[in-house]
């Protein structure tokens, strides 16, 4: 089956820098990018991946180009719009900050305490993506944020050297970088002020500020740049260096200093004047020799001249000297007093002259500059904020706390949030997706239950009534209430309708539940435990304890009921499967004894068929009613991963991870999906007992297990140098918090395992879409969606029983379009789908096409090519074919909808065989077209005659209309004999035809006259 990566949801913002572009937030989260689009409510994540955990992102100013660096300093280089990657590329060290400049062409690069300028990568493939411009070195420590100025010639870098300094893009002779100090802690932001925000300034009596800088310690100090008054000669450009080098050439004894190579320049100047001056006398003195020959020579010359001038004007850019030659002053400080609180994150907007502020105790502050006036104080939580945005508009503000996992948009002018999203902060360990696919539950250690919908990627609920990590989730058969099992020994019932826990199961001795079942009537609810191994049944309407099962001597890892019998099966790992009649009370059915500890079970949808997985790698296949093994898979090769780093043995010697802990049949039963404690989730066909595909979950170098070879050089006495605790850094650690001990190992306990570990990548838990068309992996790094394509779309209505073509019609005369256009697709029924599209009103055409899912363009642009050549309506298709290509565009020139290029090729050729024909038929009817549109603008510009007001009796009305009736037929004789006259196109016969149809005209207006 060709799934492919699809999205990751359950995710949390890790760390790393947000960027808005366009209405759109893209954000780090592991080694990926999502991209949530604001306006619509739409997450998804972009198909490529780092090879390591990410911290910068910076995407051009025409959003195109999108850069994204892990914390080693690689990067990938990607077309947004295409989704497409370009490049890779490494930066050699860990990048901390990076920014294209306002003009696109260059991008600033923050590599340690080294700050590189490189030309911006082109959108086409290449061997070296990105050049090269220029590397400054100035800086003593690491830089941490770097700002262009608007015209992209000037510089401003920042870091935790206490200091900020003004580079020039281009080289100037003479030119030393101001530093500009003052600050006792790290630099968090700079910002070079627009001229707007300087002449507001002015208004306000303040001196207009060029330059803000902002640091940790909350301090926010403003530069004046003044130009020198007493400057006699211009800071020379990048142009005229180059001619006070080629003349510093000819004179001898040059000095390498930049001062005194100005010095030398200037007299190397007068000297050259002089020498031309004598030698345009011996020239002049010698006229009568060598005329011919100086013309040609000066000619020669100027070609020469002009030809190294413009490759002097290629080759050197011009260097603007806006902050060359001056001095830079100190004129104003503010601090912001929040006790016992740093800066932590700071965004400036430009635009709209607005400061955002973040602390690390979750206070976030709005001020409008340059009068420092707070507009907005919030407190978002007790963590540090790690990142902020705002968009180009202003009115928009993105702040992120990698603490908490959170991400916010806030509106600050309506005071509303525009998005509040917050993933699982630890492992996802179970997942469900609801009877009809259109709903997916979470569950995980971080003891909440998050339901989300996967065509939007959004979590419209969470649950947080659990105490302890939650082991099991499964939605009922209505779909209406999700049901969960957690460690502190309560199972709860969840309603998605009025989004609240309405039912609450306990035992009369508190237990640890890691097991849940639900019977498809959702009557029954069963849970295993950890400790007491016994199988635990209620009924959900009453909530009363029906039955305790005890059989097993070891946790009950899995339960699930069969699909077609009133059977419950559970594994243990006392090495057997045990099968019982909950409903009539019989007890235990049969015991399917097993080898080694079962891990997971899995009922085949028609219920004949059981299968189970054990600690040694084995798949095993039972026939549960007679109680005979039919065949068995050997899988441990198969999901045999990387190499932790903490083992002493290889990755092919060692035996931890070999096994499955999480099956699932496909809807069919065609195939079964297995994951463990690797990097693989495998897919097995049932029949042929192989495997047909292995996924590997991620690349993420930064999660332990991923590599099968380790690099001997991070081994060291004290092991790993991964492991090896640096409290001295202030950087987001980027990684998930699965420390030694859970959630206990955060405090740095005793015996919880404390020690700074990087998580392992596992998956603990598959499952599949019911209509088989995507299936969802808990990872490490949360949930990730397969799906067949990468719209990812399941409409109910695939399910439904009342599509139907009457459903449709009616829809379409109660004015729901789009639900009559996806009926009538659904229906498969061509004429269904050309009435509904015909009947749609063009002023809704690209509200429809915005709101239709990608997975239906192709039939519908199909339906539009063969629609076109036998319909008079040819405007409003075309509205309809450019409505969905402008929408889904994108989707489209990715693949994403499949089937989309044929559907547009036949309605290229249906485009093309109308122009045709509307082609011949104008060649052919030139002359008449001329004809009516000479007479069209003669009707136009013919002047309306003045109404007759007659007497009040009706004689003096029908005599007044007489009047208008003669006026304008002779206005418009005259009129056509003057078109005749004047217009040599048109022939003899038309102009016959035109002179009968006025004499005519003439007629029936004398004969009105005479019978009023």
Same mark, same amino acid.
């Given at each position: 089956?060709?799934?492919?990566?699809?999205?990751?949801?359950?995710?949390?913002?890790?760390?790393?820098?947000?960027?808005?572009?366009?209405?759109?937030?893209?954000?780090?989260?592991?080694?990926?990018?999502?991209?949530?689009?604001?306006?619509?409510?739409?997450?998804?994540?972009?198909?490529?991946?780092?090879?390591?955990?990410?911290?910068?992102?910076?995407?051009?100013?025409?959003?195109?180009?999108?850069?994204?660096?892990?914390?080693?300093?690689?990067?990938?280089?990607?077309?947004?719009?295409?989704?497409?990657?370009?490049?890779?590329?490494?930066?050699?060290?860990?990048?901390?900050?990076?920014?294209?400049?306002?003009?696109?062409?260059?991008?600033?690069?923050?590599?340690?305490?080294?700050?590189?300028?490189?030309?911006?990568?082109?959108?086409?493939?290449?061997?070296?993506?990105?050049?090269?411009?220029?590397?400054?070195?100035?800086?003593?420590?690491?830089?941490?944020?770097?700002?262009?100025?608007?015209?992209?010639?000037?510089?401003?870098?920042?870091?935790?050297?206490?200091?900020?300094?003004?580079?020039?893009?281009?080289?100037?002779?003479?030119?030393?970088?101001?530093?500009?100090?003052?600050?006792?802690?790290?630099?968090?932001?700079?910002?070079?002020?627009?001229?707007?925000?300087?002449?507001?300034?002015?208004?306000?009596?303040?001196?207009?500020?060029?330059?803000?800088?902002?640091?940790?310690?909350?301090?926010?100090?403003?530069?004046?740049?003044?130009?020198?008054?007493?400057?006699?000669?211009?800071?020379?450009?990048?142009?005229?260096?180059?001619?006070?080098?080629?003349?510093?050439?000819?004179?001898?004894?040059?000095?390498?200093?930049?001062?005194?190579?100005?010095?030398?320049?200037?007299?190397?100047?007068?000297?050259?004047?002089?020498?031309?001056?004598?030698?345009?006398?011996?020239?002049?003195?010698?006229?009568?020799?060598?005329?011919?020959?100086?013309?040609?020579?000066?000619?020669?010359?100027?070609?020469?001249?002009?030809?190294?001038?413009?490759?002097?004007?290629?080759?050197?850019?011009?260097?603007?000297?806006?902050?060359?030659?001056?001095?830079?002053?100190?004129?104003?400080?503010?601090?912001?007093?929040?006790?016992?609180?740093?800066?932590?994150?700071?965004?400036?907007?430009?635009?709209?002259?607005?400061?955002?502020?973040?602390?690390?105790?979750?206070?976030?502050?709005?001020?409008?500059?340059?009068?420092?006036?707070?507009?907005?104080?919030?407190?978002?939580?007790?963590?540090?904020?790690?990142?902020?945005?705002?968009?180009?508009?202003?009115?928009?503000?993105?702040?992120?706390?990698?603490?908490?996992?959170?991400?916010?948009?806030?509106?600050?002018?309506?005071?509303?949030?525009?998005?509040?999203?917050?993933?699982?902060?630890?492992?996802?360990?179970?997942?469900?997706?609801?009877?009809?696919?259109?709903?997916?539950?979470?569950?995980?250690?971080?003891?909440?239950?998050?339901?989300?919908?996967?065509?939007?990627?959004?979590?419209?609920?969470?649950?947080?009534?659990?105490?302890?990590?939650?082991?099991?989730?499964?939605?009922?058969?209505?779909?209406?209430?999700?049901?969960?099992?957690?460690?502190?020994?309560?199972?709860?019932?969840?309603?998605?309708?009025?989004?609240?826990?309405?039912?609450?199961?306990?035992?009369?001795?508190?237990?640890?539940?890691?097991?849940?079942?639900?019977?498809?009537?959702?009557?029954?609810?069963?849970?295993?435990?950890?400790?007491?191994?016994?199988?635990?049944?209620?009924?959900?309407?009453?909530?009363?304890?029906?039955?305790?099962?005890?059989? /097993? #001597?070891?946790? !009950?890892? *899995? $339960?699930?009921?069969? +699909?077609?019998?009133?059977? &419950? @099966? %559970?594994?243990?790992? =006392?090495?057997?499967?045990?099968?019982?009649?909950?409903?009539?009370?019989?007890?235990?059915?049969?015991?399917?004894? /097993? #080898?080694?500890? !079962?891990? *997971? $079970?899995?009922?085949? +949808?028609?219920?004949?068929? &059981? @299968? %189970?997985?054990?600690? =040694?790698?084995?798949?095993?296949?039972?026939?549960?009613?007679?109680?005979?093994?039919?065949?068995?898979?050997?899988?441990?090769?198969?999901?045999?991963?990387?190499?932790?780093?903490?083992?002493?043995?290889?990755?092919?010697?060692?035996?931890?991870?070999?096994?499955?802990?999480?099956?699932?049949?496909?809807?069919?039963?065609?195939?079964?999906?297995?994951?463990?404690?690797?990097?693989?989730?495998?897919?097995?066909?049932?029949?042929?007992?192989?495997?047909?595909?292995?996924?590997?979950?991620?690349?993420?170098?930064?999660?332990?297990?991923?590599?099968?070879?380790?690099?001997?050089?991070?081994?060291?006495?004290?092991?790993?140098?991964?492991?090896?605790?640096?409290?001295?850094?202030?950087?987001?650690?980027?990684?998930?918090?699965?420390?030694?001990?859970?959630?206990?190992?955060?405090?740095?306990?005793?015996?919880?395992?404390?020690?700074?570990?990087?998580?392992?990548?596992?998956?603990?838990?598959?499952?599949?879409?019911?209509?088989?068309?995507?299936?969802?992996?808990?990872?490490?790094?949360?949930?990730?969606?397969?799906?067949?394509?990468?719209?990812?779309?399941?409409?109910?209505?695939?399910?439904?029983?009342?599509?139907?073509?009457?459903?449709?019609?009616?829809?379409?005369?109660?004015?729901?379009?789009?639900?009559?256009?996806?009926?009538?697709?659904?229906?498969?029924?061509?004429?269904?789908?050309?009435?509904?599209?015909?009947?749609?009103?063009?002023?809704?055409?690209?509200?429809?096409?915005?709101?239709?899912?990608?997975?239906?363009?192709?039939?519908?642009?199909?339906?539009?090519?063969?629609?076109?050549?036998?319909?008079?309506?040819?405007?409003?298709?075309?509205?309809?074919?450019?409505?969905?290509?402008?929408?889904?565009?994108?989707?489209?020139?990715?693949?994403?909808?499949?089937?989309?290029?044929?559907?547009?090729?036949?309605?290229?050729?249906?485009?093309?065989?109308?122009?045709?024909?509307?082609?011949?038929?104008?060649?052919?009817?030139?002359?008449?077209?001329?004809?009516?549109?000479?007479?069209?603008?003669?009707?136009?510009?013919?002047?309306?005659?003045?109404?007759?007001?007659?007497?009040?009796?009706?004689?003096?009305?029908?005599?007044?209309?007489?009047?208008?009736?003669?006026?304008?037929?002779?206005?418009?004789?005259?009129?056509?004999?003057?078109?005749?006259?004047?217009?040599?196109?048109?022939?003899?016969?038309?102009?016959?035809?035109?002179?009968?149809?006025?004499?005519?005209?003439?007629?029936?207006?004398?004969?009105?006259?005479?019978?009023?």
């Amino acid at each position: 089956m060709n799934y492919k990566f699809s999205s990751l949801l359950g995710a949390p913002y890790r760390g790393g820098n947000l960027v808005i572009y366009d209405n759109e937030l893209l954000t780090p989260v592991g080694n990926r990018i999502t991209q949530i689009n604001l306006t619509e409510s739409v997450s998804s994540t972009l198909p490529f991946e780092n090879g390591r955990q990410i911290r910068t992102i910076a995407v051009s100013p025409d959003g195109r180009t999108l850069l994204s660096i892990d914390d080693e300093g690689r990067a990938v280089v990607v077309n947004r719009r295409r989704r497409a990657l370009l490049h890779h590329f490494s930066f050699k060290g860990p990048v901390r900050v990076a920014k294209f400049s306002p003009d696109g062409k260059y991008v600033a690069c923050g590599v340690g305490r080294l700050l590189q300028v490189w030309r911006s990568p082109g959108l086409q493939k290449s061997v070296a993506p990105m050049e090269l411009h220029r590397t400054y070195g100035q800086c003593h420590s690491d830089i941490t944020t770097v700002d262009w100025s608007p015209d992209s010639q000037w510089l401003a870098v920042g870091g935790k050297d206490l200091s900020t300094r003004i580079l020039s893009m281009h080289p100037i002779p003479g030119y030393r970088p101001p530093t500009l100090a003052g600050h006792r802690e790290p630099l968090v932001a700079v910002h070079f002020t627009s001229p707007k925000l300087q002449e507001s300034a002015g208004l306000i009596g303040k001196e207009a500020p060029h330059l803000y800088t902002l640091s940790r310690d909350g301090a926010l100090f403003a530069w004046t740049y003044r130009k020198a008054e007493a400057a006699a000669q211009p800071v020379p450009t990048a142009a005229t260096a180059s001619d006070g080098q080629r003349k510093r050439r000819r004179t001898a004894g040059g000095s390498s200093s930049d001062d005194e190579g100005e010095a030398e320049g200037e007299q190397g100047n007068g000297s050259s004047s002089s020498d031309s001056e004598k030698e345009e006398e011996e020239v002049g003195g010698d006229k009568s020799q060598a005329r011919a020959a100086a013309a040609s020579a000066a000619a020669a010359a100027a070609a020469a001249a002009a030809a190294a001038a413009a490759a002097a004007a290629d080759a050197a850019e011009q260097q603007s000297d806006t902050f060359a030659g001056g001095h830079w002053k100190l004129t104003e400080k503010y601090y912001f007093n929040q006790r016992g609180a740093k800066l932590s994150a700071a965004a400036f907007q430009g635009a709209a002259g607005l400061l955002a502020v973040g602390f690390t105790n979750g206070i976030f502050e709005l001020l409008q500059l340059p009068d420092l006036a707070t507009v907005h104080t919030l407190s978002i939580g007790r963590e540090a904020l790690s990142s902020m945005e705002f968009n180009a508009a202003g009115d928009w503000v993105a702040v992120g706390s990698a603490k908490l996992g959170q991400l916010l948009v806030w509106e600050w002018r309506s005071e509303t949030y525009v998005l509040k999203q917050q993933g699982h902060y630890y492992d996802v360990s179970a997942s469900a997706f609801s009877p009809d696919g259109a709903y997916l539950a979470t569950g995980a250690d971080d003891a909440k239950v998050k339901v989300w919908t996967p065509s939007s990627g959004f979590c419209f609920v969470t649950f947080s009534d659990h105490q302890a990590p939650v082991t099991a989730v499964q939605f009922l058969g209505s779909g209406h209430a999700v049901v969960s099992a957690s460690l502190d020994g309560t199972v709860r019932a969840f309603d998605l309708v009025r989004y609240r826990n309405f039912r609450t199961l306990t035992t009369p001795t508190p237990v640890q539940f890691i097991s849940l079942a639900c019977d498809p009537a959702g009557e029954i609810v069963c849970a295993g435990s950890r400790d007491t191994f016994q199988v635990f049944v209620w009924s959900l309407k009453t909530g009363r304890l029906l039955e305790v099962l005890a059989a /097993h #001597e070891g946790p !009950v890892v *899995a $339960l699930q009921f069969c +699909p077609g019998a009133p059977l &419950l @099966a %559970s594994a243990s790992w =006392d090495k057997t499967v045990r099968t019982w009649d909950v409903f009539n009370g019989k007890g235990a059915m049969e015991a399917l004894q /097993h #080898e080694h500890d !079962v891990l *997971a $079970l899995a009922w085949r +949808p028609d219920g004949k068929q &059981l @299968a %189970s997985s054990t600690l =040694d790698g084995q798949i095993y296949f039972w026939d549960p009613h007679d109680a005979v093994l039919q065949g068995t898979i050997a899988g441990r090769r198969d999901i045999a991963g990387g190499r932790l780093r903490a083992d002493r043995r290889t990755a092919a010697n060692t035996s931890s991870g070999r096994c499955f802990t999480s099956l699932a049949f496909s809807a069919d039963g065609s195939f079964l999906l297995a994951g463990g404690s690797s990097k693989y989730v495998c897919l097995y066909d049932v029949a042929e007992r192989v495997m047909l595909r292995r996924f590997q979950v991620t690349h993420n170098k930064s999660l332990d297990g991923v590599l099968d070879q380790l690099n001997s050089k991070h081994l060291t006495d004290a092991g790993p140098l991964d492991q090896i605790n640096d409290d001295a850094s202030d950087d987001d650690d980027l990684l998930p918090p699965t420390l030694g001990g859970g959630a206990a190992g955060a405090s740095d306990l005793p015996g919880t395992g404390g020690s700074k570990r990087a998580p392992a990548i596992r998956t603990r838990h598959v499952s599949l879409s019911p209509t088989g068309r995507s299936w969802a992996a808990a990872t490490t790094e949360g949930l990730l969606l397969y799906s067949l394509d990468e719209g990812l779309v399941f409409d109910p209505t695939d399910l439904a029983e009342d599509v139907t073509p009457a459903a449709a019609l009616k829809a379409v005369g109660r004015g729901a379009y789009l639900k009559a256009l996806l009926m009538a697709v659904r229906l498969n029924d061509p004429s269904m789908v050309q009435h509904v599209v015909l009947s749609t009103p063009p002023a809704q055409v690209s509200l429809i096409a915005n709101q239709l899912p990608a997975a239906v363009v192709p039939k519908l642009l199909g339906e539009l090519g063969e629609l076109l050549p036998h319909t008079p309506h040819i405007e409003h298709l075309l509205s309809w074919a450019k409505a969905l290509c402008v929408r889904h565009g994108t989707a489209i020139h990715s693949g994403g909808s499949g089937g989309a290029l044929p559907a547009l090729r036949s309605l290229q050729k249906s485009l093309a065989r109308l122009h045709e024909d509307l082609a011949t038929t104008c060649e052919a009817n030139l002359y008449s077209l001329q004809y009516l549109a000479s007479v069209g603008q003669g009707q136009q510009h013919q002047p309306q005659a003045p109404q007759l007001t007659g007497g009040s009796g009706s004689d003096g009305v029908a005599s007044g209309g007489g009047a208008e009736v003669e006026e304008s037929s002779a206005d418009d004789e005259d009129s056509n004999e003057e078109e005749a006259g004047s217009g040599g196109a048109v022939d003899s016969q038309a102009s016959s035809e035109e002179e009968e149809e006025s004499s005519g005209e003439e007629e029936e207006a004398t004969s009105s006259e005479a019978e009023d």
